[in-house]
C-alpha cells in the first residue's frame, strides 16, 4: 500500500512556512523524504527511523510518529531553492525496495 | 564520482514499437533498481537487481517488460511491445552493499508511447 501525502500542491512565498504529510495504512519503523527538482533527479533528503525522532536538512525538518503511522516535513521560511516535487517512501519487507507517496508539488515564488 | 546515468532522457515512440532504456549505476553499487512514475501518481518500484541477480521484479507490469543487467554494471530496461499505457518516467536508482535507506536516482526517462 502506497502512502498518502498531503497536500498535493501548495504555492508559497518566499519566508512562508508549509507541512507536508505523509501517512500510511500499515505500522511503519522508518519514512524516507527525497527532493525532485524539474528535470532533475530525486535526491534524498532524510530519513527517520525512531518513533518522534526528528531532522533536519538545511531549514528542512521532519518529525515521524510511528503510532499515527505517518510524518510530517515542515519547510521553514522557505526559499526559491526548496520549489521541487518533495516524495516520502515507506519501506516494504524487500531491501532497497520503497513504496512512494504521490508527491507534492511545492512552488516558492519571490 | 559520477551519479547514476539513464539514457536517453526522452524517448517518443509509437504503439507497438520497442524501446530500449539504459541506467549506469554509481561505480560500485551492487544495488540497481527501475522505478516508474506515471502521469504524476506514485513512484512505484519495478525490480530490483543485486549485481547480475534479479532480486526481486515483483513489479514488473507484465512480460513486455525485460530487465537486464550483464556483468553487474550497467543495466538495461526492454519494452516490446509498447502500449499506451507505459508512458511515463522511467527511474534508476542504485544504492550500496549495505543498505542505509538511501537510494540514488538518476534523472530518469520520459517515455511518450503515442
Known amino acids: 500500500q502506497q502512502p498518502v501525502q498531503s497536500p498535493q500542491a501548495v504555492i508559497l512565498r518566499e519566508g512562508e512556512d508549509a507541512v507536508i504529510n505523509c501517512s500510511s495504512s500499515k505500522a511503519l519503523y522508518s519514512v524516507h523524504w527525497y527532493r525532485q527538482k524539474h528535470g532533475e533527479a530525486p535526491v534524498f533528503l532524510m530519513i527517520l527511523l525512531k518513533g518522534g525522532e526528528q531532522k533536519g536538512h538545511e531549514k528542512i525538518s521532519a518529525s515521524f510518529n510511528e503510532k499515527k503511522q505517518q510524518s510530517s516535513l515542515y519547510l521553514t521560511a522557505s526559499q526559491l531553492s526548496y520549489s521541487g516535487t518533495y516524495f516520502c517512501g515507506t519501506p516494504t519487507d524487500s531491501w532497497g525496495k520503497l513504496q512512494f507517496g504521490a508527491g507534492t508539488q511545492v512552488v516558492v515564488t519571490p | 564520482e559520477a551519479g547514476v546515468t539513464q539514457f536517453p532522457s526522452h524517448s517518443v515512440i509509437e504503439k507497438g514499437q520497442t524501446v530500449t532504456l539504459r541506467c549506469d549505476p554509481i561505480s560500485g553499487h551492487d544495488n540497481l533498481y527501475w522505478y516508474r512514475r506515471v502521469m504524476g501518481k506514485e513512484i512505484k518500484f519495478l525490480l530490483h537487481f543485486v549485481k547480475e541477480s534479479k532480486q526481486d521484479e515483483s513489479g514488473m507490469p507484465n512480460n513486455r517488460f525485460l530487465a537486464e543487467r550483464t556483468g553487474g554494471t550497467y543495466s538495461t530496461l526492454k519494452v516490446q511491445p509498447a502500449e499506451l499505457e507505459d508512458s511515463g518516467v522511467y527511474f534508476c536508482?542504485?544504492?550500496?552493499?549495505?543498505?542505509?535507506?538511501?537510494?540514488?536516482f538518476g534523472s530518469g526517462t520520459q517515455l511518450s508511447v503515442l
Open positions: 536508482a542504485s544504492s550500496g552493499g549495505d543498505w542505509d535507506g538511501k537510494l540514488f
